[in-house]
């Protein structure tokens, strides 16, 4: 089985590299030249725990190839993987011009049977859309498109692609359902489910999911809200609604909204898809709303716990990724959080173990520090907003003593508020009075 993924970002990379580690030969492309070089020579464009080593395994054992071009390996392959983006636009409805123009691409170079598979997310319907448009070029028994969305997270990409909760395969064709069938067949093996349905049910599938993830989210961020009026802990209320397996406990940690390239995007193509069908998702869009609200309510409380002369104050700002555990800010919180207080006029210092790098290309003001300490260091606040692991495990009697004023806001609920108190900060986190 030859495999080709156009797109090597998280989806495609991680989807290449994995597998080549099934034993399959695949060939990643991308149209820019400058990563495929890295990546020619092992190294990874992006942060991601697992991913170099496997890469470099798999290359070493020649199973795993970067192209920039990859006409021959196109044309060679059983099947192609489209991993590209799908950004969105002002609108909120996806981007489609990187799909097409690797459709295009796939269309110049194809030739006996292959099927076209959608790995990246895209909007409902776009299969049909790619179907139609090589059916201009190509007779209709030489190819299928098939929808089989991923579901890996950011930082762990790897372990998520190996250990899949399910593998969704949309496909209306017969004979290109039996060769992803094939294609998975080792993972199968590995116990991985395997749901198959028609290809509009999996494209739907992907955006249902993360759309029911957000709403989770929202969900308990407003009851957090809520438990800081009446005096519960959303922590304690996460805990027990966990406990009933029909809710489950993922996805019920309040923080600062749900960020990073995924959830805010497709929360809003779905709306965009709906909305072109005539239907509305009234619950949708009231994550999406709610969403938006939650950086308000972390800004303000950001501010109620400076003292006087808030356009003067110094932040310590922990975490500038949109989760732990990656170096990507896109649509991150904590951006959000440093661009509303950079405008009331404090001054931002920022501290992140791998995002600060993207950080300063998106938000210039934030002067970067090398450590929790150095970030501390004069501070009036301490705001955490991404949930490191390191900052679990904070020295806060240190932090303390650099810092001008004691006082953590911790967006993550991730100190113990009590051994906060006992140093002698004065401690605010999310869904709890302390
Ligand atoms: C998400 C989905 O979880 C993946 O299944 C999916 O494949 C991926 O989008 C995608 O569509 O490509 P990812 O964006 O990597 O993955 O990140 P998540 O771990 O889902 O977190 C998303 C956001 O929700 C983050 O900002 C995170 O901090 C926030 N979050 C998550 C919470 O605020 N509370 C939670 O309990 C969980």
Known sequence: MRVVVIGTGYVGLVTGACLSDFGLFVTCVDIDAEKIALLKRGEIPIYEPGLKEIVEKNQKSKRLFFEVKGEKSISEANVVFLAVGTPSRDDGSA???????AVE?????????????????????????????LSKYHSKDTFAVASNPEFLREGCAVSDFMNPDRIVIGCDDPKGLKVLLDLYEPMRKANAPIITTNRTSAELIKYASNAFLSVKISFINEMARLAEKCGADVSKIAEGM?????????????????GGSCFPKDTKALLSTANEYNCKLKVVEAAVEANEDQVNFVVEKILSNLS????EAKVALLGLAFKGGTDDVRESPALKVARRLLKVGCEIKAYDPEASVNAIKEVENLVICNSAKECAEGCDVLVIATEW?????????????VMKNAVIVDLRNLLDPFH???????????GKRI
């Open 389 to 401: 692991n390191e900052f679990k495990t904070l020295d806060l009697k240190e932090i303390k003593g």
């Open 308 to 311: 006087e002369k808030k356009e």
């Open 105 to 133: 691409t796939f269309s110049k170079n194809h030739k006996s049977y292959q099927v076209l598979v959608t790995k990246s997310t895209v909007p409902v319907g776009t299969g049909k859309k790619i179907e139609d448009y």
């Open 242 to 258: 966990g406990m009933d397996k029909r809710i489950g406990k993922a996805f019920l940690l309040p923080g600062p909204g749900y």
């Open 95 to 101: 981007e489609m011009k990187y799909v097409f123009s």
């Open 420 to 430: 906060a108190k006992e140093i002698g900060f004065k401690y605010d986190c999310i």
